[in-house]
Structure formats: structure tokens, C-alpha cells
T-cell receptor, first 117, second 114 residues
Framework: NAGVMQNPRHLVRRRGQEARLRCSPM?????VYWYRQLPEEGLKFMVY????????ESGMPKERFSAEFPKEGPSILRIQQVVRGDSAAYFC???????????????FGQGTRLTVV | KNQVEQSPQSLIILEGKNCTLQ??????????LRWYKQDTGRGPVSLTI?????NTKSNGRYTATLDADTKQSSLHITASQLSDSASYIC?????????????FGKGNQVVVIP
């Protein structure tokens, strides 16, 4: 059972370009979460999705950022017109059920390191 | 103010020694508390999960404790190995949002030296 797969691992974009980050959850997992990590900082929640639905996007900037989790295919985090401040590691996690469950594991991918030049 | 505070920020320990990492949180109510290990350049890997009614949970050489009254948790590493060098992150599931938001601490950076 492959873990959470993120690609690309590293992404370099010029200011103003678009960045697309992909996340394939673990098999059987329908809950997907995106987190952003700046250097020396903890992971910060961005968005929580279930298949075809955005459940909570309150941690995601309203401008330029969007996320989707289609019925078929990976979840996509899209950043339009990137700026230098978008440079960070973006982690995706998946779970089989709600994280409020007492023992529900959240499995993380290896992250995508976005560098905006 | 971060809802999850960890201390010490970093520490260096000799191989074979024990160490204890501290976590204080203000998230309330919360569903569960997790400890993750994050190697440099990698994603976090789960070590333990505890509900508010649990006091301790072990995973090999890792033992986590939880005091829900004082909102404190600790992670004890026994007989440290070089491979234990990593960031250890305390994470609280934020029940307030009624869903699935994880609140992360900044991590305890542990370096094990031979």
C-alpha cells in the first residue's frame, strides 16, 4: 500500500507563473488536507477536502490559491501568479475517516518544496 | 499566539541517553493529541495518538504522556539512537472547528551524537 504521494518534490517558478501541486492519497482514503510549512515554523492548515467537496478552506488565502479533489485523480493545490512569499514546503495528508476519531491516523506525503524566483 | 508550544526548541544528546520533550497547548476543547517525527526534508510520521482520557501511550522507545487538566504532554525517548535525530512535533486536533484541523507546534529539534 503506497503512502501519500506528492509531486513534484521540488518546483521552481518565476514570479507571476502558476504552480500546481499534486497529491494522491493513500488507497481507501477520502479525506485530504493541505498544510504549508515555512522555515523554522510549524505546519499551518490550509484546506480540508473530501471527494469532490471542499469542507474547510478557511486556512487558505482567498486570492490566488485554490484546491480541488476530483472524483478521479489526485488532489490539486493551485497557486496562481506566485510571489516570493509563496516559497514554502507544502504537505498533503490523508485519512480514512474524520481526524476527530480517537485513533484515526493522518498520513503525510513527503511534501513539495516550492521556490519562487 | 501559537496554540501549541514546545520546549526545548532544540537539544543535543549522547547516543544511548534518554530525553524528554515538552508540549503545552491552549487548544480547547480538543479531540486528541499526537506526536509526529519529521526527518529533515521529509513528511511527518505519526508516533502516538492519545485522546483526552488517556494518560500514556508507548510506541517502542517512544512514550508519550498527557495531562489534560494542565494541558501538557511529554514525549520520552529511551536509549536514543542516531536515527532519532529529527524534529518531534506535538499536534492537537482542534475540536472547536468541528472537523479536522490539526494545530502544529514548531517542533523540538533533537540531535543525537555518538
Amino acid at each position: 500500500n503506497a503512502g501519500v504521494m506528492q509531486n513534484p518534490r521540488h518546483l521552481v517558478r518565476r514570479r507571476g507563473q502558476e504552480a500546481r501541486l499534486r497529491c494522491s492519497p493513500m488507497k481507501g482514503h477520502s479525506h485530504v488536507y493541505w498544510y504549508r510549512q515555512l522555515p523554522e515554523e510549524g505546519l499551518k492548515f490550509m484546506v480540508y477536502l473530501q471527494k469532490e467537496n471542499i469542507i474547510d478552506e478557511s486556512g487558505m488565502p482567498k486570492e490566488r490559491f485554490s484546491a480541488e479533489f476530483p472524483k478521479e485523480g489526485p488532489s490539486i493545490l493551485r497557486i496562481q501568479q506566485v510571489v516570493r512569499g509563496d516559497s514554502a514546503a507544502y504537505f498533503c495528508a490523508s485519512s480514512q475517516a474524520s481526524l476527530r476519531g480517537p485513533n484515526t491516523e493522518a498520513f503525510f506525503g513527503q511534501g513539495t518544496r516550492l521556490t519562487v524566483v | 499566539k501559537n496554540q501549541v508550544e514546545q520546549s526545548p526548541q532544540s537539544l543535543i544528546i549522547l547516543e544511548g541517553k534518554n530525553c524528554t520533550l515538552q508540549c503545552n497547548y491552549t487548544v480547547s476543547p480538543f479531540s486528541n493529541l499526537r506526536w509526529y517525527k519529521q526527518d529533515t526534508g521529509r513528511g511527518p510520521v505519526s508516533l502516538t495518538i492519545m485522546t483526552f482520557s488517556e494518560n500514556t501511550k508507548s510506541n517502542g522507545r517512544y512514550t508519550a504522556t498527557l495531562d489534560a487538566d494542565t494541558k501538557q504532554s511529554s514525549l520520552h525517548i529511551t536509549a536514543s539512537q542516531l536515527s532519532d535525530s529529527a524534529s518531534y512535533i506535538c499536534v492537537v486536533t482542534d475540536h472547536y472547528y468541528g472537523n479536522n484541523r490539526l494545530a502544529f507546534g514548531k517542533g523540538n529539534q533533537v540531535v543525537v551524537i555518538p
